[in-house]
């Protein structure tokens, strides 16, 4: 639904997005996170058809992007969306359904169909006088007035309170069944990983990570393993890589920890796995210095750029001992 090749953006000698490419499937939620200039915004309004890129090709929907048909098929929302504040959610979104040729009675239908699912009461209240959660859902239905096959949501439940913020994250992924594509961008990283199919983790204008997030866990994260036991564990030479032989043991064959426990004269009390969460992935990737200077990025000869840094995984054991009983 979605291919980006080589997406490049610069503004004088300053390279906003670098050789970005990304594929995006029909009925995916593909999330795009990273820090604050990371490129992500500029990504999306490359997309959208609203900020011409430098070099490097955007397809929407069949589309180039920057083609006026391609608008059709699309619903923008960008994490600033200013409403007209002396129109009632009915009146705004009947003025954008008659800007996209929706005929009045498919319209009328739409709307209230949108507006039940995203559960907004007091449909004919001035908007201007709606609270801010209100007017997102509203900005939300305006996105979907025209059936767009794909929607670019930057930033959707930014400042919203919990319930609303639940609200709004849940009919995302209802939009899932409805068979729409959704590019989704935003801070709070527990959102993007409770509701995106997969995601790019962009800095410095480029595109560091990507896939799902078990897949970026498995090829940047640490496993660690926390082993419990009423009594210490027998301390053998470490292995090659560091690590006690008998917790090596526990690992492959949770039988042969609680052996060794018994034959120090005690007993496995917990074994607990921790995997680093999204927030915790991004914080470490982001925070390596994983690319040039973006002024270099933005003069090369064919705007390209790769990292080429590899990640090594390793896995931590660690023995807590409590006193004995």
């Not at 609203?50 to 929302?77: K, N, Q, Y």
């Not at 319209?107 to 007091?122: Q, S």
């Not at 990283?189 to 896939?211: F, K, P, T, W």
Request: hydrophobic residues 35%; charged residues 30%; negative net charge.
């Amino acid at each position: 639904m979605i291919r980006v090749s080589g997406l490049r953006k610069t503004y004088g000698d300053f390279a906003a997005v670098v050789g970005s490419s990304f594929e995006v499937e029909t009925g995916e939620i593909f999330g795009v996170v990273g820090p604050n200039g990371a490129g992500k915004t500029t990504t999306l309004k490359m997309l959208a058809g609203l900020i011409e890129p430098t070099a490097g090709s955007a397809e929407v929907a069949g589309f180039d992007a920057a083609e006026p048909a391609m608008r059709h098929r699309l619903g923008f929302l960008p994490e600033e969306s200013p409403l007209y504040e002396d129109m009632t959610p009915a009146s705004y979104l009947t003025f954008f359904a008659d800007l996209y040729d929706v005929p009045r009675s498919v319209a009328k239908d739409r709307i209230a169909e949108t507006l039940d699912r995203l559960d907004l009461e007091y449909r004919d209240r001035r908007i201007g006088d709606m609270s801010k959660g209100m007017k997102r859902k509203v900005a939300i239905a305006r996105s979907l007035i025209n059936d767009p096959d794909v929607l670019i949501y930057d930033e959707p439940a930014s400042g919203l309170d919990p319930l609303t913020t639940n609200s709004v994250l849940e009919f995302t992924r209802e939009l899932r069944a409805d068979e729409k594509t959704v590019v989704f961008s935003a801070h709070n990283l527990y959102h993007v990983e409770s509701v995106c199919d997969r995601i790019i983790i962009m800095n410095e204008g480029q595109i560091i990570a990507r896939g799902t997030v078990e897949e970026i866990r498995e090829e940047y994260g640490e496993t660690t393993y926390h082993v419990f036991s009423d009594t210490g564990l027998p301390q053998t030479e470490p292995t090659s890589d560091g690590r006690h032989r008998a917790i090596v043991d526990a690992m492959d064959e949770v039988e042969g920890l609680q052996d060794a426990a018994e034959a120090a004269g005690g007993s496995v009390v917990d074994i607990r796995t921790n995997e680093p969460s999204l927030e915790a992935l991004f914080l470490d990737l982001t925070g390596r210095q994983m690319a040039g200077p973006r002024t270099a990025a933005a003069t090369a000869g064919n705007g390209e750029s790769s990292v080429e840094e590899s990640v090594e995984e390793s896995v931590e054991e660690s023995v807590e001992p409590e006193e004995p009983q």
